[in-house]
């Protein structure tokens, strides 16, 4: 499996932007599609967005369509969620997960590997 170590999260206000980062080791990075789920207090876990292991292909949650991009940097092992215009419903833990494969789903359960998580909140 993959290691998966998140960094910068934090607190923000409303309308401010974040970037989180996610950065692999352990296995070739490339082969892997990527995903970021987030979990709020007393919520199950939900999907946000997704990425390809190629990066041509993309997903994203209703709720984030617009306001959050997912982006990879292989040459980093790393990859992206820039989040945009942040309300305090986008408050949670956010992990990143990654699938040994091409592409990506919506899905938890797909993912093999997970990192720690890494907290967002977002003051009104």
């Known amino acids: 499996q993959v290691q998966l170590v998140e960094s910068g999260g934090g607190l923000v206000q409303a309308g401010g932007s974040l970037r989180l980062s996610c950065t692999a080791s352990?296995?070739?990075?490339?082969?892997?599609?990527m995903g970021w789920f987030r979990q709020a207090p007393g919520k199950e876990r939900e999907f946000v967005a997704a990425i390809s292991w190629s990066g041509g292909f993309t997903g994203y949650a209703d709720s984030v369509k617009g306001r959050f991009t997912i982006s990879r940097d292989g040459a980093k092992s790393t990859t992206y969620l820039q989040m945009n215009s942040l309300k305090p419903e986008d408050t949670a833990v956010y992990y990143c997960?990654?699938?040994?494969?091409?592409?990506?789903?919506?899905?938890?359960?797909?993912?093999?590997?997970w990192g720690q998580g890494s907290q967002v909140t977002v003051s009104s």
């Open positions: 352990g296995r070739t990075f490339s082969n892997y599609a």
């Open positions: 997960a990654a699938h040994a494969g091409g592409g990506y789903s919506q899905d938890a359960n797909y993912y093999d590997s």
